[in-house]
């Protein structure tokens, strides 16, 4: 499937795009409001996403100020059935190594 952040330049600034969903779902798991720990990037930034900075902007704006319900829809909007099952995936594999029960996913 390519590159997601290849796919964000058709977006408007600030909008929710497929790599942005990933990141800010990453964020929730994780309890985040920022894509930043202090003075550094947060951990929970997917590896070769963190130094866009576009993307950073967008998923720093969906983290602090876009409340959970409205950012779940809009990417049940915009995101394909294959990004949902690769975010779904990323989501359940961090949330297993982090120690979460699989009971506790499945309702997820």
């Known amino acids: 499937m390519g590159s997601w952040t ?5 977006y408007p600034p600030g909008k929710l795009t497929p790599a942005t969903a990933l990141v800010v779902a990453l964020g929730h798991l994780e309890g985040a409001r920022s894509v930043y720990a202090g003075d550094r990037l947060a951990a929970f930034l997917p590896a ?13 704006r969906y983290l602090a100020e876009v409340p959970l319900e409205q950012f779940f829809a809009e990417a049940q909007a915009l995101l394909t059935g294959r990004q949902k099952l690769v975010i779904a995936l990323q989501v359940l594999d961090r949330a297993l190594a982090s120690g979460a029960d699989g009971a506790g996913m499945a309702r997820a």
Request: proline letters at 0%.
């Open 48 to 60: 070769g996403l963190g130094r866009d900075a576009d993307l950073l902007g967008r998923a720093e």
């Open 6 to 10: 290849e796919l964000d330049a058709i």
